[in-house]
C-alpha cells in the first residue's frame, strides 16, 4: 500500500487545483443539464468569425484534424572508412544516431457553417433529437436541452456525411429537414 505523505498531498491538491483553474477556459456555449460542459481540445470551436469570405451574420463551427508527427531516427555517418595502403580496412566508418521529428500528415483546419445561437431554441432542439431519433442515433428524451446525449447523437450521425463533430452543421440540418433548402440553389 502506498503511503501519502503530506508534502505528497500538498502537491496532489495543487496538480488538482491546477487543471481545474486550466480547464475553466474551456466551456462552450451548449448547457448539459444545466451545467456547463467543456470542450473537446483542438476539435470544437463556434464562431461568427468564419474563415476568410464568410458572410457577414453567419455562423461557423471548426473541426480541427491534428498533424501527425514521427520521430525518425538515423545514422549519420561522423567519420569515414580509413583503408592501409595495401586496400584492407584500418578502421570502419563511425556513426552517430540523430533523432529528428518530422510531419507526415499536417494539421488540417476544416470549416462548416452552423445554424446561429439563436437558432437554437429549446423547440428547435427538441425537433433535432425527434430528427435524430427517427433516424436510431438518440436514444434519449426529447428534453430541448443540447446536452452531451443530444451532441453525441449529433457527431454520430455527421460522422458519415458531414464534420466529425458535435457541433450541428448547416448541411445536416438540412438534411435533417430542419432547416428550409433555397429552391433557388437546387436549379
Same mark, same amino acid.
Given at each position: 500500500?502506498?503511503?501519502?505523505?503530506?508534502?505528497?498531498?500538498?502537491?496532489?491538491?495543487?496538480?488538482?487545483?491546477?487543471?481545474?483553474?486550466?480547464?475553466?477556459?474551456?466551456?462552450?456555449?451548449?448547457?448539459?443539464?444545466?451545467?456547463?460542459?467543456?470542450?473537446?481540445?483542438?476539435?470544437?470551436?463556434?464562431?461568427?468569425?468564419?474563415?476568410?469570405?464568410?458572410?457577414?451574420?453567419?455562423?461557423?463551427?471548426?473541426?480541427?484534424?491534428?498533424?501527425?508527427?514521427?520521430?525518425?531516427?538515423?545514422?549519420?555517418?561522423?567519420?569515414?572508412?580509413?583503408?592501409?595502403?595495401?586496400?584492407?580496412?584500418?578502421?570502419?566508418?563511425?556513426?552517430?544516431?540523430?533523432?529528428?521529428?518530422?510531419?507526415?500528415?499536417?494539421?488540417?483546419?476544416?470549416?462548416?457553417?452552423?445554424?446561429? &445561437?439563436?437558432?437554437?431554441?429549446?423547440?428547435?432542439? &427538441?425537433?433535432?433529437?425527434?430528427?435524430?431519433?427517427?433516424?436510431?442515433?438518440?436514444?434519449?428524451?426529447?428534453?430541448?436541452?443540447?446536452?452531451?446525449?443530444?451532441?453525441?447523437?449529433?457527431?454520430?450521425?455527421?460522422?458519415?456525411?458531414?464534420?466529425?463533430?458535435?457541433?450541428?452543421?448547416?448541411?445536416?440540418?438540412?438534411?435533417?429537414?430542419?432547416?428550409?433548402?433555397?429552391?433557388?440553389?437546387?436549379?
Amino acid at each position: 500500500m502506498i503511503q501519502a505523505t503530506p508534502l505528497r498531498w500538498l502537491r496532489l491538491a495543487a496538480f488538482g487545483l491546477g487543471g481545474a483553474v486550466g480547464l475553466s477556459g474551456c466551456q462552450t456555449q451548449y448547457a448539459d443539464k444545466g451545467h456547463a460542459q467543456r470542450a473537446e481540445p483542438g476539435v470544437y470551436q463556434a464562431t461568427r468569425n468564419g474563415p476568410d469570405g464568410a458572410p457577414q451574420g453567419s455562423c461557423w463551427g471548426r473541426t480541427v484534424s491534428p498533424a501527425v508527427i514521427e520521430t525518425v531516427t538515423e545514422q549519420v555517418q561522423v567519420a569515414p572508412a580509413q583503408y592501409n595502403p595495401d586496400g584492407t580496412l584500418l578502421r570502419p566508418p563511425a556513426y552517430r544516431s540523430e533523432a529528428r521529428q518530422m510531419i507526415v500528415t499536417p494539421r488540417v483546419d476544416s470549416w462548416f457553417e452552423t445554424p446561429c &445561437a439563436e437558432a437554437l431554441t429549446p423547440d428547435f432542439i &427538441a425537433s433535432l433529437q425527434r430528427a435524430l431519433a427517427v433516424r436510431r442515433y438518440y436514444e434519449g428524451p426529447i428534453t430541448g436541452t443540447l446536452d452531451t446525449d443530444t451532441q453525441a447523437a449529433i457527431r454520430a450521425f455527421q460522422r458519415t456525411t458531414g464534420p466529425d463533430s458535435g457541433v450541428l452543421s448547416l448541411a445536416s440540418a438540412r438534411q435533417l429537414g430542419l432547416i428550409a433548402v433555397d429552391r433557388s440553389t437546387l436549379e
